[in-house]
């Protein structure tokens, strides 16, 4: 018979976890190693003013990767993201009610409490939700356990407290809220995780049963490269050839349209979206809980100006394990197909990509060639810039239309000349620093 060693905070609720997750696996013998943390032990730290992403997991990570337990049990919302090396998630556990709660004195609900009440809460989220609401109201760190929290209600120190919903159930403690508050909460709120070391394959066959995750799809960010379907990964198009459902981009349009998957455009055409960034992290994680091979086609590499940083991140805070698939960027393609290296020796050692839009946000770094995105209405505002900064006005620049795609123009000309170009998106923009390579781009 199997007997864990289980790592868990010294609180009645960490405690009461931990039962939680092993009343599920009556089979499992398991012995505590109960651990004040660095949150636990430092109850001057403010939740509300961004303290350290681990200041609840720390030790027990540290035990675990010090191999002194074999796996401790959190709640997922208190997780580092991501895990700290050699560690992973081996179970997410079903939600158990993800909201928030008001406990207050006399059960006076929030729009009901006293002008300028003193409220405790420990998260910024919640301390916006309630100014929002009343902004009267004075708010006040709150912190320590949830009876230490209670108390400071019972004992008149503060009006009401915002606590989850989820840690008084389990404490056996509903009787005392007040009220459900409607606030949107951490996207992992009610769920507990069960984390272990990477090298541990025997544990993540034991904890596996209670994983939500084993019936979630995957999700692929897929560079689409610049748009001629030569020009796609043979990892790309076999992601492509496996999704059941393709989130794809304006300048990824041609290339989803060859493949079987359901399709969904979410990208931006004459400056119109057809859905908010929210919106479309939110419809990649819903399509992954559902099942489905999701793929985020995206023009280009998708981290270089897609945002598909902010998706991945999204993604991995709901603990989605997300593959990156890369792709040849646009500055990369035009520089190829307009036959301008970007670097060359003895004459240009550094290239910068950057954003054309917004204005008045251009960039010119020390760098020997500049290559602009998205900079098809503000060319005016580019030269302007680089002027400025210093380059000479007959320095060449070559603006790459439609890069590899059938409408494919390059347009040579110079900074001085830049302005009064007539030109749309989606264009590359290269530019040398060095006058005497004029000739050559
Ligand atoms: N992730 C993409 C860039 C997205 S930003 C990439 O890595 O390429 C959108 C900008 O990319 C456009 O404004 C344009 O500047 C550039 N772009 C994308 N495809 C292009 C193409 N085929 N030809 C020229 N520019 C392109």
Redesign the pocket.
């Known amino acids: 018979m199997v007997s864990l060693i289980v790592a868990s905070r010294n609180s009645p609720l960490a405690l009461r976890q931990v039962e939680e997750v092993f009343s599920l696996l009556p089979l499992i013998k398991y012995r505590l190693l109960p651990l004040s943390s660095y949150g636990d032990k430092h109850k001057n730290i403010s939740l509300l003013d961004a303290p350290p992403p681990n200041i609840f997991t720390k030790e027990l990570d540290e035990i675990l990767l010090r191999r002194r337990a074999d796996a401790a049990v959190h709640s997922a919302k208190d997780l580092p993201c991501p895990l700290p090396e050699g560690l992973t998630v081996l179970a997410l556990l079903p939600a158990a009610n993800p909201q928030d709660a008001l406990v207050s004195q006399h059960n006076l609900p929030l729009r009901k409490l006293p002008h300028g009440a003193a409220v405790g809460t420990s998260s910024p989220l919640r301390r916006q939700e309630l100014l929002s609401r009343r902004p009267d109201l004075q708010i006040v760190a709150l912190r320590g356990n949830i009876g230490e929290r209670l108390q400071k209600v019972d004992s008149g120190q503060l009006a009401a407290i915002v606590v989850a919903v989820c840690a008084l159930q389990r404490l056996g403690l509903s009787d005392r809220i007040t009220e459900i508050l409607p606030f949107p909460t951490h996207p992992l709120q009610g769920h507990l995780a069960v984390v272990a070391r990477t090298d541990r394959p025997d544990l993540r066959k034991i904890f596996q049963p209670l994983d939500v995750r084993r019936t979630w799809g995957r999700a692929a960010l897929v560079?689409a490269g610049?748009?001629h379907p030569l020009l796609l990964t043979r990892q790309a198009d076999i992601y492509l050839r496996q999704a059941d459902i393709i989130f794809y981009d304006d300048?990824a349009r041609d290339i989803a349209k060859t493949y079987s998957a359901t399709k969904v455009y979410v990208g931006k055409r004459k400056g119109r979206q057809a859905y908010s960034q929210e919106t479309i992290n939110e419809k990649l994680y819903q399509a992954v809980k559902a099942g489905r091979k999701t793929v985020r086609l995206?023009?280009?590499?998708?981290f270089?100006?897609?945002r598909?940083g902010e998706e991945l991140e999204y993604l991995q805070q709901r603990l989605v394990s997300v593959a990156v698939v890369p792709?040849i960027?646009?500055?990369l393609?035009?520089a190829a197909l307009a036959q301008i290296p970007l670097t060359k020796r003895g004459q240009a050692a550094s290239v910068a990509l950057l954003s054309g839009h917004p204005a008045h946000k251009i960039k010119v770094p020390q760098t020997d060639t500049l290559v602009?995105?998205?900079?098809?209405t503000t060319l005016a505002a580019v030269s302007g810039k680089l002027l400025r900064s210093g380059l000479p006005p007959p320095a060449a620049a070559v603006c790459?239309?439609?890069?590899?795609?059938p409408a494919q123009s390059i347009i040579r000309t110079t900074l001085r000349q830049l302005p009064s170009l007539k030109i749309k998106?989606?264009?590359?923009l290269i530019v040398r620093r060095t006058a005497e390579n004029d000739a050559e781009i």
């Not at 998106?425 to 590359?428: A, E």
């Open positions: 560079g610049p748009g300048l995206k023009g280009g590499d998708p270089i100006f897609g598909g792709g960027t646009a500055a393609s035009a602009y995105y998205m900079a098809g790459v239309l439609n890069a590899s795609l998106d989606p264009l590359i």
